[in-house]
């Protein structure tokens, strides 16, 4: 029996996942493709506190053609989201069930640089 690695995961909740090298957001192209991002090609975070207007009731997708929210039915139970610049037209939108870890290893790989 051929016993294959895993790789080391750093956080993993249903839709997001942080490992040594890249950040991988299940579920981001609807209904279940992933999207996986270079910790390299992040060039910044900013967390923002959720409400109505901003983000808490959208389950998949954008309503202004700049944020790009991945699928998460349980978002309007959640009150923090991270929106990272990755130099793109649309900047992906994160809600981990830990956002503060989520952003802690996000920036500790972007210090590592």
């Not at 490992?19 to 209904?31: K, M, N, R």
């Not at 910044?44 to 991945?70: C, P, V």
């Not at 139970?77 to 929106?83: E, F, G, I, N, S």
């Not at 994160?94 to 952003?103: E, M, S």
Request: aromatic share 12%; charged share 25%.
């Amino acid at each position: 029996m051929i016993k294959t690695e895993q790789p080391l995961v750093l956080y993993r909740d249903r839709w997001i996942e942080c490992t040594p090298e890249a950040l991988i957001i299940h579920g981001y192209y609807f209904p279940f493709g992933k999207k996986t991002i270079a910790y390299s090609r992040i060039r910044g975070t900013q967390e923002i506190q959720m409400q109505a207007f901003t983000g808490k009731w959208r389950i998949w997708g954008s309503g202004d053609l700049r944020h790009w929210w991945h699928l998460d039915p349980g978002r309007p139970h959640k009150d923090q989201a991270l929106v990272l610049d990755v130099g793109a037209a649309f900047l992906p939108v994160i809600t981990p069930d830990d956002a503060a870890q989520v952003k802690n290893i996000i920036e500790s790989r972007l210090g590592a640089r």
